[in-house]
């Protein structure tokens, strides 16, 4: 099984910048991508930015040049960097991992740390 937990959400100022970092434990050699969602109220959870094992990076078009997602595999942690923030990009964001195994897909996700952006 793999846990995920998240941290480094809060309130910060528009324009300003905050670091999220996700740390994997379990059967982390499972995981192949890790990836951030998002949840605002009201809304469907979206794809924030994903990486995969290999250190490829797929972005949505809203946070493209803001966010920056980055793996550690020797921590087991994956970090969002988010700069130049917007009220828009208030939310849960949400730690998620994913892996094939037998042919079939799983994934898990952490409990979700809240960005709020505002004056």
């Known amino acids: 099984q793999v846990q995920l937990v998240e941290s480094g959400g809060g309130l910060v100022q528009p324009g300003g910048s905050l670091r999220l970092f996700c740390a994997a434990s379990g059967s982390i050699f499972r995981i192949n991508a890790m990836g951030w969602y998002r949840q605002a109220p009201g809304k469907e959870r979206e794809l924030v930015a994903d990486?995969?094992?290999?250190?490829?990076?797929n972005y949505a078009d809203s946070v493209k040049g803001r966010f920056t997602i980055s793996r550690d595999n020797a921590k087991n942690t994956v970090y969002l960097q988010m700069n130049s923030l917007k009220p828009e990009d208030t939310a849960v964001y949400y730690c998620?991992?994913?892996?094939?195994?037998?042919?079939?897909?799983?994934?898990?996700w952490g409990q979700g740390t809240l960005v709020t952006v505002s004056s």
């Open positions: 998620n991992a994913n892996w094939i195994s037998d042919y079939r897909y799983f994934e898990v």
């Open positions: 990486i995969s094992s290999g250190g490829s990076t």
